[in-house]
Nanobody, 118 residues
Framework: QVQLVESGGGLVQAGGSLRLSCAAS????????MGWFRQAPGEEREFVAA????????DYAHSVKGRFTISRDNAKNTVYLQLNLLTPEDTAVYYC???????????WGQGTQVTVSS
C-alpha cells in the first residue's frame, strides 16, 4: 500500500503562484508514475500533470502547459507541482495520485484546495 498526503494549497490572487507537495509513504518502490489531478465544483476530475519514477519524463494537460511544473525528489519521496500565472479557472481541489502501470492510478491523496481570486 502507498499513502499520499498533499499540502501547499491556499488562496492566491490571479497571476500569483503556489507550490503543492505530495509526500508518499509505504511501498513507494511500486509506483511507476505520480500524477496531479484537479476537480472544480460541478466538474469532473481532470488530469493536470504526471512524472515517471524512472527518467522523470513529464506530461501536462494543455491548459497548464507552460504555467505548471511537476518535479520529484526521490530522496524525500515527494512530488511537487509548481503553479504559476494562476487564473480563477485554476480554482479546484488538487489531488496527488500514484500509478503502478501507465495511466492506472490506484493511490490517491485526500486533496488540497487551491482558490484563485480575480
Amino acid at each position: 500500500q502507498v499513502q499520499l498526503v498533499e499540502s501547499g494549497g491556499g488562496l492566491v490572487q490571479a497571476g500569483g503562484s503556489l507550490r503543492l507537495s505530495c509526500a508518499a509513504s509505504g511501498r513507494t518502490v511500486s509506483i511507476y508514475t505520480m500524477g496531479w489531478f484537479r476537480q472544480a465544483p460541478g466538474e469532473e476530475r481532470e488530469f493536470v500533470a504526471a512524472i515517471t519514477a524512472i527518467g522523470s519524463n513529464t506530461d501536462y494537460a494543455h491548459s497548464v502547459k507552460g504555467r505548471f511544473t511537476i518535479s520529484r525528489d526521490n530522496a524525500k519521496n515527494t512530488v511537487y507541482l509548481q503553479l504559476n500565472l494562476l487564473t480563477p479557472e485554476d480554482t479546484a481541489v488538487y489531488y496527488c495520485a500514484g500509478a503502478q502501470r501507465p495511466n492506472e492510478y490506484i493511490y490517491w491523496g485526500q486533496g488540497t484546495q487551491v482558490t484563485v481570486s480575480s
